[in-house]
């Protein structure tokens, strides 16, 4: 067998390893449902904080799912939601619903790159990440804060709208988490999220605390989730615009 075949048949095998890697993650971290209340603190470049609470629902998984994210407070947002529907073969729909103005819009694709909300999260990044929606190649085996991970490079599909290029994801080795996503616009990094505090919920590895940092602006903003909780019974009609609009 020539060098360059066996080039291609290593690289072939090792994409397909890094696709299985990514399904048999979600595979293990499916749920029906998932319900919590979260605290947003916003750190600006200067090191001002401003805090946000909010609470998240979800039925379905990965691609096939329907969220709903609704601030509690402070006064100037509690009301303001978020309404997902994801979905396995194109970006998702977002509505959002603002009570002062009594109306909701639906996010434009065009809009998915803003932030959202001030914070350092963008309306992209609020979706879920189906594997049927991305290329993969096994980049390495590296240790990330002491734990063995397979470090995973994402390219978005050309049928997938993104703003990012490609994202270098961390995925444990011994739970098959996620832990750690660099996220590149060309050859820039320019956003990196880190998942904290793991912990198994209803024996789920779950992530209680993550940190989004924006190394464009300097910034980060740390989610911490309280009352997780999954599999929880929750009617579909809850994610629809309706139920948006009445503050359910």
Same mark, same amino acid.
């Given at each position: ?6 080039? +291609? ?9 890094? %696709?299985?890697? /990514? ?15 979260? $605290?947003?603190? /916003? ?15 979800? #039925?379905?998984? +990965? ?31 977002? =509505? ?19 932030? +959202? ?11 879920? %990440? ?21 470090? #995973? ?17 961390? $995925? ?12 590149? @616009? ?11 505090? #793991?912990?198994? @919920?209803?024996?789920? =590895? ?25 599999? @929880? ?16």
């Amino acid at each position: 067998m020539s060098r360059w075949l066996l080039l +291609f048949v290593a690289g072939s095998l090792w994409a397909q390893d890094a %696709r299985q890697i /990514v399904e048999e993650s979600q595979k293990r971290h499916r749920s029906r449902s998932q319900q919590y209340e979260g $605290v947003l603190e /916003v750190y600006d470049a200067k090191g001002g904080k401003t805090e946000k609470r909010w609470q998240f629902a979800r #039925i379905g998984s +990965f691609g096939q799912s329907k969220s709903v994210l609704r601030f509690l407070a402070p006064p100037l947002v509690k009301g303001v939601a978020l309404l997902i529907h994801n979905h396995p073969d194109r970006a998702s729909d977002q =509505w959002m619903w603002t009570p002062e103005l009594n109306r909701d819009r639906r996010i434009a694709l065009q809009d998915r790159s803003t932030r +959202f909300f001030g914070t350092d999260f963008s309306f992209e990044d609020l979706e879920e %990440r189906d594997a049927d929606q991305f290329d993969y190649k096994l980049l390495g085996e590296p240790t990330l804060n002491g734990q063995a991970c397979y470090q #995973i490079e994402s390219t978005p599909k050309q049928s997938r709208t993104s703003q990012y290029s490609k994202t270098v994801i961390w $995925v444990r080795k011994d739970i098959l988490l996620p832990v750690q996503f660099e996220m590149y @616009v060309k050859a820039e990094l320019v956003k990196r999220m880190v998942h904290r505090r #793991i912990e198994q @919920v209803q024996n789920v =590895w779950s992530t209680l605390e993550l940190e989004m940092s924006d190394l464009r602006k300097k910034s980060r903003t740390v989610m911490k989730s309280e009352k997780l909780k999954y599999d @929880v019974t929750m009617p579909e009609a809850q994610f629809t615009l309706q139920a948006l609009r009445r503050g359910e």
